[in-house]
């Protein structure tokens, strides 16, 4: 029974090491990456070289070029394509960003209050839109925006406009 239970043991650390071996179809994660950064560092062979730089170098060096051909494709795939110059001279002309769908409706104040004049500039701007989404909860005219919230919340909207 013991001889059993030991071939099992080695057939597994073969399978073990056998996976361990191969090329990995991924990159190599964080923690294995860190693992191969403290054996070179042991051994000696890091000479200067920063974990970052070691990373770059080998941890993502592992990744196979299938994906990576595919991973340069889809970069390219979502870059913009020419356009004609006409279009990015007029795109150019209207500096001024467009609002979020969902603040249509919203209410802005169109300067700085008065009452910040001694708080900083960034300050100043803050507290005056605060105070202007607080009255527009009691009217509902902040047009379905929150005060912070991914896209450009109020707040993001309304100190664009106060810098203006």
Same mark, same amino acid.
């Given at each position: ?72 494709? +889809? ?9 004609? +110059?006409?279009?990015?001279a007029a795109e150019t002309a209207s500096t001024a960003k467009p609002l979020p769908a969902s603040a249509e409706g919203a209410v802005f104040p169109s300067a700085v209050s008065a009452q910040y004049s001694k708080?900083? +500039? ?43």
């Amino acid at each position: 029974m013991k001889v059993f239970a030991r071939i099992g043991l080695a057939a597994t650390l073969l399978a073990c090491t056998t996976v361990m071996a191969a090329p990995s179809a991924h990159a190599l994660t964080a923690k294995e990456c860190h693992e191969k950064f403290k054996e070179a560092k042991a051994d000696g062979s890091l000479k200067d070289q920063t974990y970052k730089a070691f990373k770059t170098a080998t941890c993502d060096a592992a990744q196979p070029e299938a994906t990576k051909a595919t991973e340069t494709k +889809a970069a390219e795939a979502k870059a913009p394509e020419a356009k004609p +110059a006409e279009t990015k001279a007029a795109e150019t002309a209207s500096t001024a960003k467009p609002l979020p769908a969902s603040a249509e409706g919203a209410v802005f104040p169109s300067a700085v209050s008065a009452q910040y004049s001694k708080l900083s +500039a960034g300050k100043a701007r803050q507290k005056t839109c605060l105070d202007q989404y607080n009255a527009n909860k009691a009217n509902n005219a902040n047009g379905g925006l929150k005060w912070i919230q991914k896209g450009g919340g109020y707040y993001s909207v309304c100190n664009t406009r106060l810098k203006g």
